[in-house]
């Protein structure tokens, strides 16, 4: 036979294709063609083939070879067609039956030697498997515990061609024994609230974030605890379920930052890029080889942003698309991705840039107007978009010597005022209290009729604005799941008011 066919997955973004990588040996001069957009390291495979093949025993066809990646006008990259290429050869030089490659996804990189070698994003280039209809996989034994954690799909585990050539003749394969390991190691050291000494009201508005998902904004000079306060809010969310944990390993396997022993994410991450990130770092970015930035590495848990006023002018300011919608579109020339983006904001900054503008401010050295410039990046649209914001206030030796709270015992009341949530949302399409849509505030959900006359009030003397309006009463509920208020009181509007605006009483 001159004609095979295997099948692959091409990613873009999340969203997987199957891909016909057709292998035609034909009559003419010897030479090699790869058609249908491959990139650069596609359009390399050829040469690693080549020795992958001859290097594991195999022959290469002394004849005309055509590989077409089909669908031909969508954009292939990446080395992980290399073994689907070797063994449509294999099938097409009559070395092997071409109906072992019916309804079996391959994936993997070839060494020169032969060797398989892992490849990024392969869970969720299954899950697209999976998605249409494909029952079995081979995938390099690497990427084994990864491939693993796709339920209902069959997974062949190989570290070599030879294996791969065995079983597409033979139909048998080599016993690598993997076990499914779903314990996420990065939660094993896990930081404890215990440790931060004082900081009442800023563990307060740490904790109300923790239960209904509100970003939050400490303001503070240096030393005084914001660091350790961000690092330390996943200690008190409560784990990933089963469908959080796997949406989160597919963005982190696109970005290579999964374990290969342990790759199952089920503690929500914490991500702090540094304050000299560019845009395309936070949201994401690329040319066909689109991939996901902070915010979408992020989802389901916490972006932690220090510094944020250093950073540069106009990154912050791209958060807002994924602060409301929950997700990222990155378009390119060539390709567009869709990125999930739903995570916990916490930005810290100092009050000036000298950092020692609190109190009665006598040790700060910077100008009001320095001052002014310091804080006006952070914009009044970001701002409003911020549901919490602290201040953060120097810690001093009563304070250090104050014993707070533990993670557990906080993250105790968290879960409990989410199963609160939980059954109030049981019919909803939302889960937490951040995500109520605001139609639902004025009615189902709606405060108790003093607190909306609180609100309306400060609506009309334009102390807060429409968003900052449907944000307190989120806020609200929250407050009111940790106190066990059947509705928000005055009091919790109150609370969520002033927790909102640090100008506003």
Known sequence: MSLAIAKCISLIGLNGSVIDVEADIGIGLPGFTLLGLPDAALSESRDRVRAALINSGETWPNKRVTISLSPAWLPKRGSGFDLAIAAALLAASDAAPMDRLNNVII??????????????????????????????????????????????????????????????????????????NYVDKNGSEELDLSEVGGQ????????????????????????????????????????????????????????GKVSHDSPLITQ??????????????????????????????????????????????GVLDALRQPLESGSITISRSGASANFPSRFTLVLAANPCPCGRFTGTGRNCSCTPQSV????????????DRIDLQVEVGATGRAGLSQIGESSEVVRARVMNARSIAAIRFSNYYWK?????????????????????????????????????F????????????????????????????????RSFV
């Open 200 to 255: 009442l009201q800023a563990r307060k508005a740490l904790e109300i974030s923790a239960i209904g998902g509100h970003h939050l904004l400490m303001i503070g000079p240096p030393g005084a605890g914001k660091t350790m306060l961000a690092a330390r809010l996943p200690s008190i969310l409560p784990p990933l379920d089963r469908e959080g944990a796997l949406e989160v390993t597919a963005l982190h396997s696109l970005a």
């Open 432 to 468: 937490s209290n951040s995500l109520i849509p605001a139609k639902y505030l004025r009615t189902e959900f709606a405060p108790e009729s003093a607190g909306v006359l609180f609100l309306n009030r400060a609506l009309d003397r334009e102390l807060i604005t429409a968003r900052a």
């Open 268 to 313: 929500p991450p914490f991500v702090a890029p540094h304050h000299s990130a560019t845009r395309a770092a936070l949201v994401g970015g690329g040319g066909v080889n689109i991939k996901p930035g902070a915010c979408s590495l992020a989802h389901n848990g916490v972006l932690f942003l220090d510094e944020a006023p250093e950073m540069s002018s």
């Open 470 to 501: 449907h944000r307190i009463i989120r806020v609200s509920w929250s407050i009111a799941d940790l106190h066990q208020h059947p509705i928000p009181t005055l009091s919790d509007i109150e609370e969520a008011t002033k927790l909102h605006e």
């Open 372 to 383: 002014r410039r310091y804080l006006n990046k952070l914009s009044g649209p970001l701002l």
């Open 107 to 180: 994936l993997g990189e070839l060494t020169l030697e032969g060797k398989i070698k892992g490849i990024l994003g392969i869970l969720p280039a299954l899950m697209a498997a999976k998605k249409a209809g494909f029952e079995k996989a081979i995938v390099p034994l690497v990427n084994a515990q990864e491939a693993g954690l796709v339920s209902g799909l069959e997974i062949l585990a190989m570290s070599t061609l030879k294996e791969c050539a065995l079983w597409i003749r033979t139909g048998e394969t080599l016993t690598h024994s993997f076990t499914e």
